[in-house]
């Protein structure tokens, strides 16, 4: 039985490896926030819009979510404000309205900086773990970050059930009428009570466990195929437009 | 840092308290445009924060309620907020600053530190602006002044005035921020046995 079950997992094995693990999803955001910081210096157009193909390309989900009206609408503000008050001589009129080819020229660079770091950052947040993040964090210095992630991502839900029994138990009993300011008080009061005597039972739980946070390793990070080779390719790329324009 | 069991939980706590809000109120605020939502979103948050501090007064711990509340956020509900972001964490970090040129925690420098943390709000669209989304200055100060003048009735000539006037008031929500965060620190700590926040 027990050597049925061993085979069984063998069989399994482990996940196949990724063409672009955590790492090379983190190198990208990062590659497509020095390509904006470029842009910003260099001016033009080609970056951005080499940014945004390839971004495209490798999260369709993202670009599905900017194309919802939403935020068409709020890059369309953007864009407009950019051109009308992005600075320059007017040079050229557009149904009436007096307008710069200088503040056009900021204004789509703008909108189109503004899509790379959407994209980017969605991207990013789609397709890493939460725990891989705590794991970065702790590399960099937060040693237990991960734990209090997991502790603070389980908390949300009961607190916001605390917080929501606690105001309208202080709303039925009048504590919002009369003196408000009390009751807003005593409702913060309440709340962070409560989450302080229910983070006890967790630091129970978790010391039962022989948990202790000196001994506790860092999540791994997915490492892809392609996640070492994207270093020297991002870098020569923009090495490449430094050089280029 | 290093940080017992205790204390990453206590901070995970104040962390969860901090990026629910951001994650509820703060979207809904951020939705409707309401005026000041930063200013209101950074008192609250920092007000958590601080509370937070009493409980561990240990250097860094502001911080770190302040990474997973950045991180609480940027796993939310999908919506891609850089800006929210970055603002969480740099809250965090300058009110982390603040605390820690003093020795202990006490309420002047709780005032400081929600004061200097809420005075980033004001400052920030100038950064991420200008470094991020390649922004000229002119149309961020044009929107600062517009939006002061439309809050304080004044005309937009008084351009300086304003702009004083929004630091004026972002520094004092701070400050009574800051004020409450202490109170109501305290008040906590003498609800949960009677100890000083420290022994909690």
Not at chain 2, 50 to 59: A, E, M, N
Not at chain 2, 63 to 85: D, E, H
Not at chain 2, 167 to 182: I, Q, R, S
Request: proline residues 4%; charged residues 10%.
């Amino acid at each position: 039985m027990t050597a049925s079950r061993l085979h069984t997992s063998l069989m399994h094995g482990a996940p196949a490896k990724p063409l672009i693990g955590s790492l090379g999803h983190l190198l990208i955001f990062l590659w497509s926030l020095a390509a904006i910081l470029l842009t910003q210096l260099r001016g033009g157009f080609l970056l951005p819009g080499i940014c945004i193909l390839l971004l495209s390309l490798l999260y369709p989900f993202a670009l599905r979510r900017i194309l919802r009206p939403r935020w068409l609408i709020l890059l369309g503000i953007l864009l407009v404000t950019s051109i009308l008050f992005g600075g320059g001589q007017p040079d050229l009129k557009l149904w009436g309205v007096p307008l710069s080819s200088e503040g056009i020229l900021v204004g789509v660079r703008m909108t189109l900086s503004a899509i790379v770091i959407l994209l980017a950052a969605d991207g990013l947040s789609t397709s890493m773990d939460i725990t891989e993040v705590a794991g970065l964090f702790e590399r960099l210095g937060l040693q237990g970050l991960g734990f209090s992630l997991g502790v603070a991502a389980n908390q949300l839900p009961n607190l916001r059930q605390s917080s929501t029994n606690a105001w309208h138990s202080l709303r039925m009993r009048g504590g919002m009428r009369a003196q408000w300011w009390r009751g807003l008080q005593l409702f913060l009061l309440t709340v962070l009570t409560n989450a302080l005597r229910r983070s006890e039972d967790i630091v129970l739980a978790a010391e039962a466990r022989a948990f202790r946070p000196d001994r506790s390793r860092a999540a791994p990070l997915r490492i892809g195929h392609l996640d070492w080779w994207l270093i020297p390719v991002g870098l020569v790329f923009l090495a490449g437009v430094l050089v280029l324009t | 840092m290093k940080f017992s069991t205790r204390e990453l939980v206590t901070m995970a706590v104040f962390g969860a308290l901090w990026g629910g809000i951001e994650i509820s109120l703060g979207s809904v605020l951020h939705a409707i445009k309401l005026p000041l939502t930063g200013l209101s979103l950074t008192a609250i948050g920092l007000l958590i924060a601080l509370i937070g501090r009493l409980f561990v007064p240990r250097r860094g711990s502001t911080f770190f309620i302040g990474v997973i509340a950045t991180v609480l956020k940027l796993f939310s509900i999908g919506n891609i907020l850089i800006g929210p972001m970055i603002g969480i964490l740099t809250e965090a970090l300058v009110a982390e600053l603040i605390l820690d040129i003093f020795p202990k925690p006490t309420r002047l420098s709780f005032m400081l530190a929600v004061a200097g943390g809420s005075l980033w709000t004001l400052i920030q669209p100038f950064v991420t602006g200008l470094l991020i989304f390649g922004r000229t200055l002119l149309p961020i100060w044009l929107d600062m002044v517009d939006q002061g003048s439309r809050l304080f009735g004044l005309g937009s000539q008084a351009a300086l005035w304003i702009v004083l006037a929004l630091v004026l008031l972002y520094l004092a929500v701070g400050a009574v921020a800051g004020w409450l965060a202490w109170s109501l620190g305290q008040m906590v700590s003498v609800r949960l046995r009677g100890h000083s926040p420290t022994t909690v």
